[in-house]
Nanobody, 125 residues
């Protein structure tokens, strides 16, 4: 499975960005597996941001982004999205999408089998 993340960029604090992650390869893996977004800031560990179950029935968010970020997916397009609103300086990081090993995603990097290349989000204050 190849995951291609896009949509990052420079945004002012308080602004919005929408990240996309397109999956290809391995047939039905995308529609059968949960997807997640993680982020990594310079000098920090990669951290969980959000996950969505295979059928969009369940979502989970890090406390730091609850109420501001929304994860969604379109299985017909093999794409997962992360809508980020009210961005803060501390949201700046490289954002990675990942395909989980199971239908329901977890919050640990080990719960995910495939990773995209990352897209940079920069927030100016």
């Amino acid at each position: 499975v190849q995951l291609q993340a896009s949509g990052g960029g420079l945004v002012q604090a308080g602004g919005s960005l929408r990240l996309s992650c397109a999956a290809s390869g391995r047939g039905r893996l995308f529609s059968n597996n949960a997807m997640g977004w993680f982020r990594q800031a310079p000098g920090k560990e990669r951290e969980f941001v959000a996950s969505i179950s295979y059928n969009s029935g369940s979502t989970s968010y890090a406390d730091s982004v609850k109420g501001r970020f929304t994860i969604s997916r379109d299985n017909a397009k093999n794409t997962v999205y992360l809508q980020m609103n009210s961005l803060k300086a501390e949201d700046a990081a490289v954002y990675y999408c990942a395909a989980a090993r199971k239908s329901y995603g977890g919050t640990y990097t080990g719960d995910y089998a495939y990773w995209g290349q990352g897209t940079q989000v920069t927030v100016s204050s």
